[in-house]
C-alpha cells in the first residue's frame, strides 16, 4: 500500500471481527516496525506486553480497562501494552537529565515507536485503538512489568467490523509557523 494512502486511511477502530482472528506472528511484525523508530541516541527503551490468547485478552479487557475501552476493544484479537525504561532516552550516562524533558524524551521515543506500530497494522490490513485510559497498577501485575518502566497505554489490534470517516482535520495554517 502506498504510505500517503496508510497515512490517510489509518483510524482508530472501536468495533471489531471477533471471528477474525489476530496471529503471534501478526503481532511481531507489526512491533518489529515499531522496533524500527528513532530512538534519543538509539536508546530503544520502548517495551510491548502481548496479551494473544483468548483468556489474556479477556482479562485484560474486564480487568485493566475501564468499561468503554471494554467495550471499544471487544473483539480485537490481541491487545498491546506500551511501555519504556525510565531514565534513559533524555539522560546522561550520569543519570541527569540532558534537557528539562527528562522522561518526557522516552514518552516520546515510545511515541515514534507506536506509530509505526499503527501504521504498518494499517498496512496489513488491521484495525487500532490507542486507550490511554487503563489500570497501570493492574497491568503491571498482570504482565509482571517492572517498576523501572512506565506503562503508557493499551493498543486493540484486529480487524475492523466499521469503516470511520476522517474526523475533521486542522490545516497547516492552523498548526504551524513559517517565518
Known amino acids: 500500500m502506498d504510505f500517503q494512502k496508510v497515512i490517510e486511511t489509518r483510524r482508530s477502530i472501536r468495533k471489531y471481527n471477533p471471528d477474525q482472528k489476530i496471529t503471534k506472528e501478526q503481532v511481531e511484525e507489526v512491533i518489529r516496525a515499531a522496533i524500527l523508530a528513532p530512538s534519543w541516541k538509539n536508546s530503544q527503551t520502548a517495551r510491548y506486553y502481548c496479551a494473544v490468547s483468548e483468556e489474556m485478552i479477556e482479562k485484560v479487557r474486564t480487568e485493566c480497562l475501564p468499561e468503554f ?5 471487544a473483539g480485537a484479537g490481541a491487545l498491546i501494552v506500551t511501555a519504556y525504561v525510565k531514565n534513559r532516552s533524555g539522560y546522561e550516562r550520569s543519570g541527569e537529565a540532558t534537557n528539562e524533558l527528562g522522561n ?36 503491571r501485575e498482570v504482565f509482571e512489568i517492572p517498576e523501572e518502566q512506565a506503562v503508557v ?27
Open 153 to 179: 497505554a493499551v493498543i486493540a489490534l484486529g480487524y475492523a467490523n466499521i469503516s470511520p470517516d476522517m474526523p475533521k482535520r486542522k490545516s497547516v495554517e492552523d498548526v504551524a509557523v513559517f517565518l
Open 104 to 139: 518526557g524524551w522516552g514518552a516520546y521515543d515510545l511515541g515514534l515507536a507506536n506509530e509505526n506500530l499503527l501504521l504498518k497494522a494499517e498496512e496489513m490490513g488491521l484495525g487500532t485503538l490507542v486507550m490511554g485510559i487503563r489500570d497501570e497498577k493492574k497491568l
Open 69 to 73: 475501552n471494554a467495550n471499544n476493544s
